[in-house]
């Protein structure tokens, strides 16, 4: 069979029908996918609704609140002069004590002997100092008389001042022995509230080892660690407001009396020591303490958060452009954070246009349109 004739057969009456049309129908097509290509080139961009701010800088006054801690002035740490079993604890964490009260005590039995002992050398002295004085007598007569060497005068003579010195040295050990027995007592040096104890009934202390702290009355300070950065801007003052955390209708008024002069190691914080004005009754000891600095005023841009995007890794606001209204996105400089607003240090001038609510859908060159444009 010739396969030539074969394909002619395999050719139905349709194709035969539009084959002498296949070369029109397809310009057709071509000329009809060309006008829709015309027509999407030529369909404008729809322009995107936003709300908009004008950038204009105005004077702010921030202020910088942090929380401290109230603590004394004073504060000595109290310890025993002579070692010993502590015999009793009359004081606890918390207590108010009065200048010279007793807070504990220690077993006095070998202080008491030991001011037996210096009691016994002291009239044992006075009795050697009796004789050797006698004998002195005896001698100055004597030697008067021309019955004595100069030998035996002298002696006697060196002997009563050895006597006088042993009875002085005496004399000094029985006050060293009463002292150290009242060392037994510890007393408070001023009025104050005990802040920390460390020392429990029967046990034994070495001299000099603290066992209590004593918070003095008197001034207050107020605490706080703070970052240092803060110290880069310029307080309005030295002045500080105080209100307790616990509750904010307890104020007073402070100033800075001490700012470390070293970084902590650990916090990588400064210590700053605020003085309270007339503290009231409900600023006690350990209480916390919200204190405000307010900063100078400065001229700042401010715009909400909502304005604040990013072009890259740097952050960027949407501005408009007034003559084609449409969006560019511009970097900026950040220069803080406040709560609803982000403060722009660099990138906008005044009068700007800027995006602050709408920007998340816009790209670059999209038109928009916003309340009040007048086109």
């Given at each position: 069979m010739n396969p030539r004739y074969l394909k002619h057969s395999q050719t139905?009456?349709?194709?035969?029908?539009?084959?002498?049309l296949g070369g029109f129908a397809l310009a057709l097509v071509v000329t009809a996918l060309g006008g829709c290509d015309d027509h999407a080139a030529t369909l404008p961009a729809r322009a995107?609704?936003?709300?908009?701010?004008?950038?204009?800088?105005?004077?702010?006054?921030?202020?910088?609140?942090?929380?401290?801690?109230?603590?004394?002035?004073?504060?000595?740490?109290?310890?025993f002069r002579v070692s010993g079993r502590v015999l009793a604890r009359y004081v606890d964490v918390g207590s108010h004590v009065k200048a010279g009260e007793v807070l504990a005590l220690l077993d006095p039995a070998e202080q008491e002997a030991d001011v037996d002992a210096a009691t016994a050398a002291v009239l044992a002295a006075e009795s050697q100092l009796r004789v050797a004085k006698a004998t002195f007598e005896r001698q100055e007569t004597l030697i008067a008389s021309g019955f004595t060497t100069r030998t035996s005068y002298d002696q006697a003579q060196e002997g009563l001042r050895t006597a006088e010195g042993a009875l002085e040295a005496a004399r000094a050990q029985f006050?060293?022995?009463?002292?150290?027995?009242?060392?037994?007592?510890?007393?408070?040096?001023?009025?104050?509230?005990?802040t920390a104890r460390s020392l429990e009934t029967g046990q034994v202390v070495q001299a000099a080892q603290p066992v209590l702290s004593l918070a003095q009355d008197g001034e207050r300070d107020v605490v706080f660690d703070v970052y240092e950065s803060i110290f880069l801007g310029t307080a309005d003052g030295r002045s500080v407001s105080l209100a307790l955390v616990s509750d904010?209708?307890?104020?007073?008024?402070?100033h800075v009396r001490e700012v470390s002069p070293a970084v902590d190691a650990r916090s990588s914080t400064i210590r700053v020591k605020?003085?309270?004005?007339?503290?009231?009754?409900?600023?006690?000891?350990?209480?916390?303490?919200?204190?405000?600095?307010?900063l100078e005023a400065e001229r700042q841009i401010a715009l909400p958060w909502s304005a604040l995007m990013a072009a890259g890794t740097r952050p960027a606001v949407w501005t408009v452009d007034p003559a084609t209204r449409t969006a560019a996105?511009?970097?900026?400089?950040?220069?803080?954070?406040?709560?609803?607003?982000?403060?722009?240090?660099?990138g906008l001038d005044p009068g700007e246009r800027v995006v602050v609510d709408g920007g998340k859908l816009l790209s670059v060159g999209q038109p928009v349109t916003y309340e009040g444009d007048p086109s």
């Open positions: 139905g009456p349709t194709e035969r029908l539009l084959k002498p995107a609704f936003v709300r908009t701010e004008i950038v204009q800088p105005r004077d702010r006054q921030s202020s910088i609140t942090l929380t401290g801690e109230v603590q004394p002035r004073f504060r000595a740490d109290l310890s006050g060293t022995s009463k002292d150290a027995l009242g060392y037994t007592a510890l007393r408070a040096e001023a009025d104050g509230v005990v904010a209708g307890v104020t007073a008024s402070g605020v003085t309270i004005e007339n503290p009231p009754a409900a600023m006690t000891l350990g209480s916390a303490v919200a204190g405000t600095v307010k996105l511009k970097p900026v400089t950040i220069s803080g954070y406040e709560a609803g607003e982000v403060l722009i240090k660099a």
